[in-house]
């Protein structure tokens, strides 16, 4: 049984490539299979998934059209051969820093403010509302969290102000928060990672940060938190 060469090399280069494709959007799948709010239109990256569309059909084609055509020339091998390197070149060009720099610098600048907001559309009644409830719950942390930290949390820009939310609230209450905020006004661009994590405005009644894992699986392994009922009853009036 004699070598296949050309087989071989094509073979590799598909495992590479669908490779990078799971390695990429493999977490954004596993956000979604949790139910986590994605931001499609940021995380898809479309001319990205151009490129690799494009780049695998040639890689597709060439490897059909060297065994659909019953020749073995060696002009004939290396046509295919050429093809199915043109499409791994496309497929792989999205990923060098040439590209990505030059997609970032084509984005419009309100799509790279959001990276530095939550964009929550709720008016300044709304939160002075919002923060009263949780006050009444005693859901927030009164001595280090103020009705101006609060507003400017949720509205304003990340570094536009010193301020903190201290929240009196584990982990499962916390992410059912995020889920009733996100439900009563959905015009934001907050996902639980960067209300928590990324902002670095969001903590525990210590100062600490929440854990992402304790939250991502919260649903899991506690279905309903203790602050349930509370939490139920401060949003019922919102969105």
Same mark, same amino acid.
């Given at each position: 049984?004699?070598?296949?060469?050309?087989?071989?090399?094509?073979?590799?280069?598909?495992?590479?490539?669908?490779?990078?494709?799971? $390695?990429?959007?493999?977490? %954004?799948?596993?956000?979604?299979?949790?139910?986590?709010?994605?931001?499609?239109?940021?995380?898809? #990256?479309? =001319?990205?998934?151009?490129? %690799?569309? @494009?780049?695998?059909?040639?890689?597709? !084609?060439?490897?059909?059209?060297?065994?659909?055509? #019953?020749?073995?020339?060696?002009?004939? @091998?290396?046509?295919?051969?050429?093809?199915?390197?043109?499409?791994?070149? $496309?497929?792989?060009? =999205?990923?060098?820093?040439?590209?990505?720099?030059?997609?970032?610098?084509?984005?419009?600048?309100?799509? @790279?403010?959001?990276?530095?907001?939550?964009?929550?559309?709720?008016?300044?009644?709304?939160?002075?509302?919002?923060?009263?409830? $949780?006050?009444?719950?005693?859901? !927030?942390?009164? #001595?280090?969290?103020? $009705?101006?930290?609060?507003?400017?949390?949720?509205?304003?820009?990340?570094?536009?102000?010193?301020?903190?939310?201290?929240?009196?609230?584990?982990? =499962?209450?916390?992410? #059912?928060?995020?889920?009733?905020?996100?439900?009563?006004?959905?015009?934001?661009?907050?996902?639980?990672?960067? !209300?928590?994590?990324?902002?670095?405005?969001?903590?525990?009644?210590?100062?600490?940060?929440?854990?992402?894992?304790?939250?991502?699986?919260?649903?899991?392994?506690? =279905?309903?938190?203790?602050?349930?009922?509370? @939490?139920?009853?401060?949003?019922?009036?919102?969105?």
């Amino acid at each position: 049984m004699s070598f296949d060469l050309f087989k071989y090399l094509t073979t590799l280069g598909l495992i590479y490539i669908y490779g990078r494709l799971i $390695l990429h959007y493999g977490e %954004m799948l596993w956000a979604y299979m949790m139910n986590e709010r994605i931001l499609w239109n940021i995380k898809i #990256e479309r =001319p990205r998934i151009l490129f %690799m569309g @494009l780049g695998l059909g040639v890689m597709h !084609l060439a490897v059909y059209s060297r065994y659909s055509i #019953e020749s073995d020339e060696f002009l004939v @091998l290396g046509i295919s051969f050429l093809v199915f390197l043109a499409g791994f070149f $496309l497929s792989i060009l =999205p990923w060098t820093d040439k590209f990505k720099n030059s997609m970032q610098s084509q984005k419009p600048a309100g799509s @790279l403010k959001k990276d530095k907001n939550f964009n929550l559309n709720i008016s300044e009644d709304q939160a002075q509302k919002l923060y009263h409830n $949780l006050m009444r719950y005693d859901l !927030l942390n009164s #001595e280090k969290t103020s $009705l101006q930290d609060f507003r400017n949390v949720l509205i304003k820009d990340w570094d536009a102000h010193n301020s903190k939310i201290h929240f009196n609230m584990d982990g =499962p209450s916390s992410r #059912e928060f995020y889920e009733y905020l996100s439900k009563a006004f959905p015009r934001n661009t907050m996902t639980i990672k960067n !209300l928590f994590i990324t902002s670095e405005l969001v903590l525990r009644a210590d100062g600490k940060k929440y854990k992402y894992n304790t939250l991502k699986n919260a649903p899991i392994r506690t =279905p309903v938190s203790k602050n349930n009922q509370a @939490l139920n009853s401060i949003f019922k009036g919102h969105g």
